[in-house]
């Protein structure tokens, strides 16, 4: 099971973006998280700025199709999309998980 970590440049994109993976089955559940602040480097200068965070409950087996999908969508030229493995958790939410994402023929 993995975490996915995806910054977006305001809710209503965090928002699209979650709602977009979680309809497609590339995410179980999606979190959005608004009003961090960002620093980071970028054309050779520290920049700043407001951003989303979407966070998304997604399985091994779907993350390349999450990714791939999350970059189609993505309005910045390098989305930050990072996944955190998983290594415990109440298994009834897990099972859950892996149901939810269970590419469905």
């Known amino acids: 099971m ?8 305001d809710g209503k994109i965090a928002r699209s973006l979650g709602s977009a993976l979680v ?16 620093f980071y480097w970028w054309d050779g200068d520290v920049q700043s700025a407001r951003e989303s965070i ?3 409950k ?7 199709a999450l990714e791939k999908r999350v970059k189609e969508l993505h309005p910045y030229e390098v989305p930050c999309i990072v ?3 998983l290594t415990r958790g109440h298994q009834p ?3 859950w998980l892996a149901a ?6």
């Open 2 to 9: 993995l975490l996915v970590y995806i910054t977006a440049p």
């Open 54 to 56: 979407c966070l998304c």
């Open 93 to 95: 939410f897990l099972d």
């Open 23 to 38: 309809r497609e089955r590339l995410a179980a559940c999606a979190n959005i998280v608004d009003g961090m602040e960002s």
């Open 100 to 105: 939810e994402t269970a590419v469905k023929n």
């Open 58 to 64: 997604t399985t091994e087996e779907r993350y390349a």
């Open 83 to 85: 996944a955190m493995s």
